[in-house]
Structures are given as structure tokens and as C-alpha cells.
């Protein structure tokens, strides 16, 4: 879209200028005259019978608003930069020429200046700085410019138009600093400065108010040419744009893990204690074998091998319930801790979703004006 918009640009400032720039570049507004020291600012010395840039500047009779207050040194230095800048756009030297141009409106506000410097900005594809000096140069009407260049004026304004929208932000935070695409625009003041209202390229822009334990951003959707967007910007602390989680909702399943690790280990202690007492009962049985026998020994000992056997079992289900037991618990701790609570930040957007604010997105219908506003807490 930009480039076709060049292109149109470039075909309409060839097309006007053809018979006197053969290259192309659109010839320069007629210069600021210069009065000539000892004169009035509002003289009309100063100008040349021969044919040049300066001639016809006069149009408009006495009454040249543009030039009131403008003593004579300041308009004859703003002419010898304005005719440099003229020099450098006609080389196709456009940044040497804006700078020539706006060193000269230092000197005199004068609205052939700004449309010189507008065809300069056309060719560096800056288009609200363009669109910004041609307002300035169609301020006064067609007087101080001739009729041709101020037609030509509102016409690259039409087409400049096409690749700028307006915003419209403001913030109630005092101290806040609100930037706009990384560029500060204003700093929130005690019952002083809140809003900003400018021009931006069409696209997606991103809004930004900061201060120190404050935060908001906000990436704003598609803007588009000619739309005015708006949108107010509310900052909220760490602590309410802060929020915690868990790797699992369900975080009990740690703690039953542990727990039946836990569980597993009495089990295995449980286990132990009855194998001991298996033990016991075989050593018992086989001593009271022995007493009976007289001999000191007990022929019958193949007879009590079941409660040793039983032991045996009981000693090796222990073990392993401790060996489960122990994993169990270090499984489970391992859990715990990965589920433990961990915090992230939420954007300005989510808190207002989560809060359920209302928003409203309503149109903005009005002369010259197309697009909609959008009203809530961000």
C-alpha cells in the first residue's frame, strides 16, 4: 500500500512540474521575499525585475499575516537557507534540503518553506511529517504560496492521508511515562499534561505506561487510514499483575505418593517384626525338641522348617517394602517440587478479562472523521 501511494505521489508531482523540471522533481515555492534593510516587514522591496523563484511573492497586497512580526535580518536569513534548500531538492539532495528548509523556518514560519519541505519529505517516505508541513502551508490559503502549488498542497494531502491514522491516549497515573512503539510521547503530570492526540502510520502499535511497582501495555489491533483510536491507559501494581500456577492442578498426587511410600515402609517394618517372631518361634520349638529328647538334639527340626521358611518370606517381602517405600518417598518429593508454586506476569488485557471489565468499542462518525474508540481498563 505505501509503495503503490509513492508511486502515485511521484506520477502526480511529474505530471505538474513536467514543463519546468524536465527531471522531474517538482519545482520549488516561490521564495520568502526578503525586505530590504530599513523596511517594514511588510514592504515589497527587495524582489527582482528578472524572472526568478522569488517573483510573485507579493500576492496577497499588504496584509501578509505570515510575515507579521518577521524583522527584515531574520527574513533574508531564512531566504539564503530557503534557496539552498531549493538548490538541494532540485540535486535530489532531499535530506540536505529539509535540513536547509527547517533551518530557515527558524528564522520566518513562512508556508512556501513548508511546502518546499513537504516535496523534500515525500521523497524520504515520512508521511505525517509531510502531511504536517503541507497543513502548515495551506494555513494562510492560496496567497502566499500562487493558486497552482496550493491546489497541489491539498491534493498530496488527500493521498498522504491514506497512509496516517490518529490516536488518542491518555493516562491518570502522575509521574507515568506513556510511549508510543518505544517513543515517549508524555509524562503524566499532577493536574497538568494526562493526554496525548497525534498522528501515527497505519499498522498495529503498541502502548506502553510505566512507573516504578506500575505496569501497562497494550498492543492495539490493526489501525486503520484515516481511523482515530483511542485508548486510556490504567496502571496496576506487580503484585495485581502477578499470578501463580502449579505444573498439575491436582496437587494431592505428591503427597499420596509420599504417603503411600509411607505406608509401604510400616508395611516392610510390619513384615520384619513378624519374620523376627517366626524366628523366635523356630528357635523355640527346635530347644524345646531337644529338651524333650534328652540327647541335647532334635530328630524332628524338618518339622519346624516352615516357621524359619516363613521368616525367610516375611524378611524379603520386609525388604522390598522398604526398597518401595524409599522410592515411593523420593518420587514423591521429586513431585512436590516440581509442582511447587512458580509465578508469571499477566498483561494489562488478561487483568481486565479476568475482572471482567467492560469494554466498548463505539464508532466515531463525524466530518472528516472515521473510525472507533475504544473505552474500558487497560
Given amino acids: 500500500m505505501k509503495q503503490a501511494i509513492v508511486v502515485v505521489l511521484g506520477l502526480a508531482l511529474s505530471l505538474g512540474t513536467v514543463l519546468a523540471q524536465p527531471n522531474t522533481t517538482p519545482p520549488p515555492a516561490p521564495a520568502p521575499t526578503p525586505t530590504a534593510p530599513g523596511s517594514g516587514s511588510g514592504s515589497n522591496t527587495g524582489t527582482s525585475e528578472k524572472a526568478n523563484p522569488d517573483e510573485n511573492l507579493n500576492a496577497g497586497g499588504a496584509d501578509r499575516p505570515w510575515a507579521a512580526g518577521v524583522t527584515p535580518e531574520r527574513q533574508q536569513t531564512a531566504h539564503k537557507e530557503f534557496r539552498e534548500g531549493n538548490s538541494s531538492l532540485n540535486d535530489g539532495l532531499f535530506k540536505q534540503a529539509v535540513e536547509h528548509y527547517r533551518s530557515a523556518l527558524k528564522s520566518w514560519n513562512h ?54 491514522a490518529e490516536v488518542d491516549v491518555s493516562c491518570n497515573k502522575v509521574g507515568a511515562k506513556v510511549s508510543i512503539d518505544g517513543k515517549e510521547v508524555f509524562v503524566v503530570e499532577e493536574g497538568g499534561k494526562n493526554r496525548y492526540v497525534g498522528r501515527v502510520r497505519i499498522g498495529k502499535h503498541t502502548f506502553v505506561a ?97 516357621k524359619r521358611d516363613s521368616g525367610d518370606t516375611k524378611r524379603t517381602l520386609g525388604f522390598v517394602g522398604y526398597g518401595l517405600a524409599g522410592a515411593a518417598v523420593i518420587t514423591g518429593g521429586v513431585l512436590l517440587y516440581l509442582n511447587r508454586e512458580t509465578s508469571y506476569k499477566i498483561t494489562a488485557d488478561e487483568y481486565r478479562h479476568e475482572k471482567s471489565a467492560p469494554v466498548s468499542v463505539t464508532p466515531l462518525v463525524a466530518p472528516g472523521l472515521a473510525g472507533a474508540a475504544v473505552f474500558g481498563s487497560f
Fill in 111 to 164: 508556508p512556501a518553506i513548508h511546502y518546499n519541505m513537504a516535496l523534500a519529505l515525500l521523497n524520504l517516505d515520512q508521511p505525517i511529517e509531510v502531511y504536517e508541513s503541507l497543513e502548515n502551508a495551506i494555513k494562510y490559503g492560496a496567497a502566499p504560496l500562487e493558486k497552482d502549488k496550493y491546489e497541489h498542497a491539498k491534493e498530496y494531502m488527500l493521498l498522504v492521508e491514506k497512509q496516517i
Fill in 210 to 306: 510505566e512507573k516504578t511497582g506500575y505496569n501497562a501495555q497494550i498492543d492495539a489491533p490493526f489501525v486503520e487510514p484515516g481511523q482515530k483510536f483511542r485508548i486510556e491507559l490504567t496502571l496496576y501494581t506487580e503484585d495485581e499483575l502477578t499470578r501463580y500456577k502449579r505444573r498439575w492442578d491436582k496437587r494431592w498426587v505428591p503427597f499420596a505418593v509420599i504417603g503411600g511410600g509411607v505406608a509401604l515402609g510400616l508395611a516392610g517394618g510390619a513384615l520384619e517384626l513378624s519374620a523376627r517372631s517366626s524366628y523366635r518361634d523356630f528357635d523355640d520349638s527346635i530347644a524345646r525338641c531337644a529338651m524333650e529328647s534328652g540327647t541335647g538334639g532334635c530328630e524332628n527340626a524338618g518339622d519346624f522348617a516352615s
